[in-house]
Each structure stands twice: as structure tokens, then as C-alpha cells.
């Protein structure tokens, strides 16, 4: 439904791209909002159209590094209760699997937690709870989502190409 009103509305590729970024990357939404396969879908449209491709990153990525600055924030003020909230109830283990990952990779489980679907729920607001400092993790926050978007538009726009090379 995104996907064809962006289809129909250029305009709004890049406000779309922020709202299901930002969706994807707040921990309680993470887990309901297909936000990747939106980015996805609007790197085919971009490619196909006249879609232009900066905005739609930079406004993807802003929308990505609030996401999980509020996941931040959440874990921060909240701690472990957090974990009670729906729908994070319905996944015990998700929040000690993204400890755990914290606790192996350090500031890069910003990095690459970014790219795994559960641990992008869990580790921003896993950062928070354990108090990471904050810049160390804004930075990360902000490199790993210009990082993230762009990859996903490119899939996107590779995915046309391969398309039109096919047919």
C-alpha cells in the first residue's frame, strides 16, 4: 500500500522512506513494521523513475537514527521493565540475545545490529538500558543508518536493473 502510493505520489517517496525507517527502527514497532521491504520497494521505484535518490536517503537514514534514538532513550529511563511492554512480552529472549551481542561486539552491535531484523529491535534499547555513552552511540546510530538505507535502496535499485536486464 505504501509502496503504490509512492508509486502514484513521487513527492512523497522520501516522507514515506522516513515514517517505515523510523517505524522499523523504534524496538516496540521493529517487530510489526516491514519498514526494509518499503526501502527496498522505493530504491525499484527510484530506479525506474524519476524518483530522485538523495532525499529519499537522507530522509530514510534521519528516519532510522530516531528510531533508535528513542530505543535508546526507552531502554535509558526504563531499564529492564521495558521488556514486560507488548510486544517485546512476546519475545523473552530477545533483549539477553541482544545483551549478549552487546556485550561480544561492543559500539559495532550498533553497526551491524542494524542489519539483523530482531537485534535492530533490541539493541539500541539494550545500549540505553546498559547506559552506553551517548555520543559513542549517536555516532553509530547515525554512520550504521546511512549506511543501512542506502544498502537497502541499492538493493532496490539493482533489483530494476536486474529486471530490465532480464527482460
Same mark, same amino acid.
Given at each position: 500500500?505504501?509502496?503504490?502510493?509512492?508509486?502514484?505520489?513521487?513527492?512523497?517517496? %522520501?516522507?514515506? @522512506?522516513?515514517?517505515?525507517?523510523?517505524?522499523?527502527?523504534?524496538?516496540?514497532?521493529?517487530?510489526?513494521?516491514? +519498514?526494509?521491504?518499503?526501502?527496498?520497494?522505493?530504491?525499484?521505484?527510484? @530506479?525506474?523513475?524519476?524518483?530522485?535518490?538523495?532525499?529519499?536517503?537522507?530522509? +530514510?537514514?534521519? +528516519?532510522?537514527?530516531?528510531?533508535?534514538?528513542?530505543?535508546?532513550?526507552?531502554?535509558?529511563?526504563?531499564?529492564?521493565?521495558?521488556?514486560?511492554?507488548?510486544?517485546?512480552?512476546?519475545?523473552?529472549?530477545?533483549?539477553?540475545?541482544?545483551? %549478549?551481542?552487546?556485550?561480544?561486539? *561492543?559500539?559495532?552491535?550498533?553497526?551491524?545490529?542494524?542489519?539483523?531484523?530482531?537485534?535492530?529491535?533490541?539493541?539500541?534499547?539494550? %545500549?540505553?538500558?546498559?547506559?552506553?555513552?551517548?555520543?559513542?552511540?549517536?555516532?553509530?546510530?547515525?554512520?550504521?543508518?546511512?549506511?543501512?538505507?542506502?544498502?537497502?535502496?541499492?538493493?532496490?535499485?539493482? *533489483?530494476?536493473?536486474?529486471?530490465?536486464?532480464?527482460?
Amino acid at each position: 500500500m505504501a509502496v503504490d502510493f509512492v508509486r502514484a505520489h513521487h513527492a512523497w517517496a %522520501a516522507p514515506v @522512506a522516513f515514517a517505515f525507517a523510523f517505524l522499523e527502527s523504534i524496538a516496540l514497532f521493529s517487530l510489526l513494521i516491514p +519498514g526494509w521491504a518499503v526501502l527496498v520497494s522505493i530504491g525499484v521505484l527510484a @530506479a525506474a523513475s524519476d524518483i530522485p535518490f538523495w532525499p529519499v536517503w537522507i530522509a +530514510g537514514a534521519v +528516519g532510522a537514527a530516531l528510531g533508535d534514538w528513542i530505543s535508546y532513550w526507552l531502554g535509558y529511563k526504563f531499564k529492564e521493565p521495558i521488556s514486560q511492554v507488548w510486544p517485546l512480552s512476546r519475545y523473552p529472549d530477545l533483549l539477553p540475545r541482544g545483551h %549478549a551481542f552487546m556485550e561480544r561486539w *561492543g559500539v559495532l552491535s550498533i553497526f551491524i545490529g542494524r542489519f539483523f531484523g530482531p537485534l535492530r529491535a533490541a539493541v539500541p534499547l539494550v %545500549a540505553g538500558i546498559l547506559e552506553m555513552p551517548y555520543w559513542t552511540f549517536q555516532i553509530a546510530n547515525f554512520i550504521s543508518a546511512l549506511v543501512w538505507v542506502w544498502s537497502l535502496l541499492a538493493i532496490g535499485d539493482l *533489483g530494476a536493473g536486474l529486471l530490465r536486464w532480464l527482460a
